[in-house]
């Protein structure tokens, strides 16, 4: 097992008596805790940005590139900070909210390969400031494709570079001005060494025979279109399972859209406002006075109570909609019901996608990837559910390419699912044709008496 990845106190006793040799000490790897040639200032003016993006472009191969964001303390998911790192132009900080347009930087950089760890964290808000990479590695991806049992940048650090990697600033608020020393600090170690990282996994994933696999990943990430927002964001309030009647939906919608226009106004996290979980507590209740959803579970908290009349006004109109213009329960698409109501209510689609689900895993173990990196589990159940006709390997692998996967995935998967799903259908039908020739009555559809 490598340095650094056990836990301490899960190696089992010795056996009394044994001559057992005695387990060597850990070793203590290095700490990366201030960087090489020193801790650059924050670019703030104009002057300063093109500096920057001069020796950005004059500066050679890939280039790290990061950025901070202040999740749950300011509204939405903008950048704070944003590190760079070029051979032959060192580090750079830049302060977005003071440059609020870097597409000067990312058109001096448009022919470089941009190094980013878990990228699709970072893009939206780097394309907010004008940055869209051409190409990029995506060393959290290549970690995952390379098999490594941890993926978090200090955990990568620790494998692929016996370093370790301070990580203690990573969840504060970066919109503070000015920012600590020590936070900077920080900041430019995630951009110090990602370019070795970046080598050392392009290595071990050419290897493995798997770089043209991350290649394809990496183009997929650069390539694609910015995400479409939900039609309606509100109903991805944790907990909202419980919620059942439509009135309590109502209810829930117009305190998110509450919560939501004030977190805006006031530039902060909307959970810092008003928790989820009072948000599903008040639906439930229904309280019909500022008092009464006082005393409901969640309002406890001061920043709940101080808006108090804000929360029951929302409240209020969720109880008045009229009838004809309250939520659904569910939102209608084309996506298959959930998987857990195939065995009863569509027992083939149950018996394809458990079976297209263990030749998947098997593949995916083989390889030692993980099994959603190799195939998108809403792909597989989409496939499952209705998969092509007639039902052959082509078919499989072109609904496969239509749902997104890459060419190397569709070549791993696209025979071994299609002999899934036929024999999961012909295990069926004989299932079928035995019970008839029992004369065994089929079971009744869920939901229906015997």
Known sequence: MPVGRGEPGTQPPAEVGADAAPEAPAVELPLLDAPAQGLPPVVTDEAALARVVAAMAAGTGPVAVDAERASGYRYGQRAFLVQLRRAGAGTALIDPTALPDLSALGEALAGAEWVLHAATQDLPCLAEL??????????????????????????????LLGLRLAKEHSAVDWSTRPLPEPWLTYAALDVEVLVQVRDALAGRLAEQG??????????????????????????????????????????????????????????????????????????????????????????????????????AAAVARGLALPDAELPQHAVRGDAPPPPRTWAAKHPEAAARLAAARAAVTAIADRHAVPVENLLQPDALRRLAWQPPRPLDAVAVAGALRERGARRWQVELVAAAVTTALVEAEAAVAEAARAEAAAGEEPPAPAGQDG
């Open 130 to 159: 004008g940055m869209r990479p051409v190409t990029l590695f995506d060393t959290e991806l290549g970690s995952r494709l390379a098999g490594l049992p941890r993926v978090g940048l200090g955990a990568v650090v620790e494998e």
């Open 210 to 311: 798997k770089l043209e696999w991350a290649r394809e990943e990496f183009a997929a990430i650069a390539d694609a279109p910015p995400p479409v927002p939900p039609a309606e964001p509100w109903r991805r309030v944790s907990g909202l399972h419980a919620v059942r009647s439509r009135r309590q939906l109502a209810v829930v919608r117009e305190l998110w859209l509450a919560r939501d226009a004030e977190a805006r106004r006031r530039d902060t996290s909307p959970g810092r406002l008003l928790p989820d979980s009072a948000i599903v507590a008040a639906a439930r209740a229904m309280p019909r006075s500022a008092q009464a959803l006082a005393a409901t579970g969640g309002f406890t908290g001061r920043a709940s109570r101080t808006r108090l009349e804000l929360w």
